[in-house]
């Protein structure tokens, strides 16, 4: 079974049209940290816990979905036992984190980032778009569990189930205490950074999606209007105004993520103007780290003046098992992401990144080969820029940059 990657862009855009007014530096309203200080930050892809996920969990909503090739979300159940056998359902809602809790336990991030690609809601009336994901609010649990700080909600799938189920899902967030980023119930609160503070300071997540990855740019929200901080292209001009909000808000020791949905679901070539763009939010945004997702697999990796650049992290947690078309990219194989950075200046101290396969609709510790393969794939996607990603004896990535 393949999936299909998109469909026609609408017609208008958000971040491309904003203005304000700013001062020119970073306020200076906070002690400067210590030079000394680090943080260190928890980062993964698309985490899709609608459909087949949302069926496993203790409180499954309901199953009907509009697919051509699937008319209920219990085929996607079907497919993963069919791939790795059973699935002793319901599930808790820890389950489908697996082994990655262990890895949290141990390692203790600061905080907690994900892109939540799934709708949060009960409604039944879909999105005219093909693929519409869905987890019921009941099941908010499922996020809870991980301990997740921030989800990113600029992506091609948090409006499958239309405005009533965007606003389902913000507050189901917000009663569960946790911070999002990247919609909202109007523009300014879609554009809004998630202010996350911790023991050593804050770190500030502004979060827009594209349509290069199926973003409709009729989902853009407008005054009075809930939707996605939609950025119709990728220009100097929208990074300027990101560096604008960038200043408008962050003070002296800040982190700033900039967490950008964009770029097709396969392939590992990075856009020139994806590339130009992260090099400018990181030059002259004040963005210290570049968080890229929408592709089904791990993509390249940068260090540019310092600053961590992800293209693209994956899938974290879907229902894919059982699908076919795509071996060849081994979306079955994920990274947790660990970057550590000077609190100071942002600039990257290390990256450490521990690979998990999917199966069972579980995360399980990578085989010492997998490892490898996903080792050898980011080294040759990072190396002409100069950056080098190499496998432990303890079988964790590292990387290296120039």
Same mark, same amino acid.
């Given at each position: &079974? +393949?999936?299909?990657?998109?469909?026609?862009?609408?017609?208008?855009?958000?971040?491309?049209?904003?203005?304000?007014?700013?001062?020119?530096?970073?306020?200076?309203?906070?002690?400067?940290?210590?030079?000394?200080?680090?943080?260190?930050?928890?980062?993964?892809?698309?985490? &899709?816990?609608?459909? /087949?996920?949302? *069926?496993?969990?203790? %409180?499954?909503?309901?199953? *009907?979905?509009?697919?051509?090739? #699937?008319?209920?979300? @219990?085929?996607?159940?079907?497919?993963?036992?069919?791939?790795?056998?059973?699935?002793?359902?319901?599930?808790?809602?820890?389950?489908?984190?697996?082994?990655?809790?262990?890895?949290?336990?141990?390692?203790?991030?600061?905080?907690?980032?994900?892109?939540?690609?799934? =709708?949060?809601?009960?409604?039944? +009336?879909?999105?005219?778009?093909?693929?519409?994901?869905?987890?019921?609010?009941?099941?908010?649990? #499922?996020?809870?569990?991980?301990?997740?700080?921030?989800?990113?909600?600029?992506?091609? %799938?948090?409006?499958?189930? /239309?405005?009533?189920?965007?606003?389902?899902?913000?507050?189901?967030?917000? @009663?569960?205490?946790?911070?999002?980023?990247? =919609?909202?119930?109007?523009?300014?609160?879609?554009?809004?950074?998630?202010?996350?503070?911790?023991?050593?300071?804050?770190?500030?997540?502004? =979060?827009?999606?594209?349509? +290069?990855?199926?973003?409709?740019?009729?989902?853009?929200?407008? $005054?009075?209007?809930?939707?996605?901080?939609?950025?119709?292209?990728?220009?100097?001009?929208?990074?300027?105004?990101?560096?604008? *909000?960038?200043? #408008?808000?962050?003070?002296?020791?800040?982190?700033?993520? #900039?967490?950008?949905?964009?770029?097709?679901?396969?392939?590992?070539?990075?856009?020139?103007?994806?590339?130009?763009?992260?090099? %400018?939010?990181?030059?002259?945004?004040?963005? !210290?780290?570049?968080?890229? %997702?929408?592709?089904?697999?791990?993509?390249?990796?940068?260090?540019?003046?310092?600053?961590?650049?992800?293209?693209?992290?994956?899938?974290?947690?879907?229902?894919?098992?059982?699908?076919?078309?795509?071996?060849?990219?081994?979306?079955?194989?994920?990274? &947790?992401?660990?970057?550590?950075?000077?609190?100071?200046?942002? $600039?990257?101290?290390?990256?450490?990144?521990?690979?998990?396969?999917?199966?069972? &609709?579980?995360?399980?510790?990578?085989?010492?080969?997998?490892?490898?393969?996903?080792? !050898?794939?980011?080294?040759?996607? +990072?190396?002409?820029?100069?950056?080098?990603?190499?496998?432990?004896?303890?079988?964790?990535?590292?990387?290296?940059? *120039?």
């Amino acid at each position: &079974m +393949s999936r299909p990657i998109g469909y026609p862009p609408p017609q208008r855009g958000l971040l491309n049209e904003m203005s304000i007014s700013v001062p020119l530096e970073r306020q200076s309203t906070g002690p400067l940290a210590q030079g000394g200080e680090t943080v260190t930050l928890f980062l993964a892809g698309d985490v &899709m816990t609608g459909r /087949g996920i949302d *069926q496993v969990l203790p %409180h499954p909503g309901d199953p *009907q979905i509009y697919e051509s090739y #699937a008319k209920s979300a @219990q085929s996607y159940v079907k497919l993963a036992e069919r791939a790795n056998g059973p699935i002793a359902k319901p599930v808790s809602f820890d389950y489908i984190w697996g082994d990655a809790l262990i890895e949290l336990t141990r390692r203790k991030p600061d905080l907690r980032i994900i892109n939540l690609e799934t =709708a949060i809601t009960t409604s039944t +009336s879909p999105a005219p778009k093909g693929i519409n994901y869905r987890m019921s609010p009941a099941n908010i649990g #499922a996020i809870t569990a991980a301990g997740i700080d921030c989800c990113i909600l600029a992506n091609n %799938h948090v409006l499958d189930w /239309g405005q009533r189920g965007l606003l389902e899902g913000l507050t189901a967030l917000e @009663q569960a205490g946790v911070r999002y980023a990247g =919609a909202g119930r109007d523009d300014v609160a879609a554009a809004a950074p998630a202010i996350l503070p911790h023991a050593k300071g804050r770190v500030l997540v502004f =979060a827009f999606a594209l349509p +290069s990855a199926g973003v409709p740019l009729g989902w853009a929200a407008a $005054t009075k209007t809930p939707g996605v901080n939609v950025a119709s292209r990728l220009s100097r001009e929208v990074a300027d105004r990101i560096g604008e *909000q960038v200043r #408008a808000v962050a003070r002296s020791g800040d982190i700033v993520v #900039a967490s950008i949905h964009w770029g097709s679901n396969w392939g590992y070539e990075i856009a020139q103007e994806e590339a130009e763009f992260s090099h %400018h939010l990181v030059e002259s945004c004040g963005v !210290d780290i570049v968080h890229g %997702h929408s592709s089904h697999h791990v993509k390249r990796i940068e260090v540019h003046h310092g600053k961590l650049i992800l293209y693209g992290c994956g899938d974290f947690i879907d229902d894919y098992e059982g699908i076919t078309g795509y071996e060849e990219f081994r979306d079955d194989l994920v990274l &947790m992401y660990f970057p550590t950075l000077r609190i100071d200046d942002g $600039t990257l101290v290390g990256l450490e990144m521990v690979p998990l396969q999917i199966r069972n &609709m579980r995360l399980h510790r990578a085989s010492r080969t997998d490892a490898d393969w996903l080792a !050898d794939t980011l080294e040759r996607e +990072s190396r002409p820029v100069k950056t080098h990603v190499k496998l432990g004896t303890d079988d964790v990535l590292r990387l290296a940059w *120039q």
